[in-house]
């Protein structure tokens, strides 16, 4: 066993060292943000104007950059090409993240992604509701995990709900079962077929949310990185399907998957 360290050491210089090191973080995440505010129409003039001002404030030259990746909004991509002639990539990670998406509003798995959505509002908006999860969840030794709503704005929250219900489905199908007296409206229980789809959407999201996490570091280059992901991505979970002018991607889901 290593040594504890003595009060003396701690204060003069294991917490030194610890502040410089945070210090350090924080100054190098925060000198690689410019944020201001926005007060017009966010137009491809605009976007270009302030991307030009941002590069200004870097020093860099626009000579010097070699293409700019964003999301897919039209937007910013008119002030990329149009207004930049610069070469525009797509984000990789909003990619993945749009496919999900897309695949949520699929017919197979929608009226599930509905389902479950009920299921956690009806015990993350109600006290009672959720003490009473709690408290079942005790008892049958599970982690006391509070459920979470699927949010279409944020990333990776349809995996976190799934996976929640699914570590908590024998407590959650105690609770559902039992006699409420409450004028919340209590949601039906998932079928055995829908729990076990829901789990094998919760297996396919854990490895897409964690490959989105990846691709969208911004402490480790990560362009080496994005075509073998996304093929292997697409080999196993993603499909093309053609969207208007612009080709996107969406689960590969069919009737035996799930």
Known sequence: FSKVPGRRKVTERVLPKLRQDIERVIHIRI???????VHQDETGVFLAESITEVLDSWNIEMQRVV??????????????EEELKMPWVYCSAHAVNLAIRLSLDHALVKPLVLKAKLIAK?????????????????????????LKAD??????SAHEMFERLWKSRSAVTACLARRWNTHHKVPDNLTTEEWKALHKLCLILRALKDSSEFLSSQCNPTIGSVMPMLYTMIYHHLVDIPFK?????TLRIDGTSL
């Open 151 to 156: 949010n279409n704005t944020r990333w990776g």
């Open 245 to 249: 002018k612009q080709p996107k991607m």
């Open 31 to 37: 000198s690689s943000i410019k944020a201001f505010s």
């Open 67 to 80: 293409c700019i990746t964003t999301d897919g909004a039209a937007n910013i991509r008119n002030a990329v």
């Open 122 to 146: 009806f015990f993350k908006n109600s006290l009672k509701a959720s003490r009473i999860l709690a408290d079942k969840q005790r008892e049958l030794h599970l982690s006391v995990l509070k």
